[in-house]
């Protein structure tokens, strides 16, 4: 996870190297624990879902302005469906730790994203097939566990947007072409770079 991604003007994540966006989900509420100098925190806005992460994007940013969270490091994730409240997915995600830091110096992060407009037929599918495919091709791959979520790169997004099963009633919208064209701008790595 990473608090304040790089984003281009119109709010969108600045993609990673072989990085594919999948979908936009407006109108979702997003909460999170454990952010430094805040604790928790929940807000509105959009989500968007690549082959690499998730980043939540504030409407009204107050606490933070976006929240990274890579698919690799994404766990314990749970679809629920109350009878009095709104659909929500809920998990941990682990944060992105530097080089040269100690991983104890760092908590794992509780999220719920909870859709508060529309329906969630179209992105709950395609975001457990993206973990599920994330998670596959880490163990075909041998790596170790969670060393680099830019390994995700590798899953077949295009197969899994061919075979989409889209809900009339979901406000989500999936990338048939990758967005923002006019910028070639790529991020190669989640360490900041030395000016």
């Known amino acids: 996870m990473a608090v304040n991604p790089q984003l281009f003007a119109n709010g969108m994540p600045i993609p990673f190297l072989n990085e594919l966006f999948v979908l936009t989900r407006h109108g979702v509420e997003f909460e999170v624990?454990?952010?430094?100098?805040v604790g928790k925190t929940?807000?509105?806005?959009?989500?968007?879902?690549?082959n690499i992460r998730m980043v939540f994007v504030a409407k009204m940013p107050v606490d933070f302005i976006a929240f990274d969270m890579p698919l690799l490091f994404v766990?314990?994730?749970?679809?629920?469906?109350?009878?009095?409240?709104?659909n929500n997915i809920s998990g941990l995600v682990d944060p992105v730790v530097p080089d040269n830091e100690n991983r104890a110096l760092?908590?794992?992060?509780?999220?719920?994203?909870?859709?508060?407009?529309?329906?969630?037929?179209?992105?709950?599918?395609?975001?457990?097939n993206l973990i599920a495919s994330?998670?596959?091709?880490?163990?075909?791959?041998?790596?170790?566990?969670r060393v680099d979520p830019l390994q995700a790169a590798q899953t077949p997004v295009d197969e899994m947007i061919r075979h989409a099963y889209v809900d009339p009633n979901d406000p989500t919208k999936i990338f048939?072409?990758?967005?923002?064209p006019e910028s070639q701008l790529r991020r190669r790595s989640y360490q900041s770079q030395p000016a």
Do not use: N, W
């Not at 624990?33 to 100098?37: N, T």
């Not at 994330?134 to 566990?145: L, T, W, Y």
């Not at 048939?176 to 923002?180: A, I, M, N």
């Open 42 to 50: 929940r807000t509105r806005g959009t989500i968007y879902l690549s």
């Open 134 to 145: 994330v998670r596959r091709a880490q163990q075909q791959s041998g790596a170790e566990p």
């Open 33 to 37: 624990d454990k952010i430094p100098g």
């Open 75 to 86: 766990s314990d994730e749970k679809f629920k469906q109350p009878v009095f409240h709104c």
């Open 106 to 128: 760092y908590s794992t992060h509780t999220f719920k994203i909870l859709f508060k407009d529309g329906g969630c037929g179209t992105f709950v599918p395609l975001f457990f």
């Open 176 to 180: 048939l072409q990758q967005p923002t």
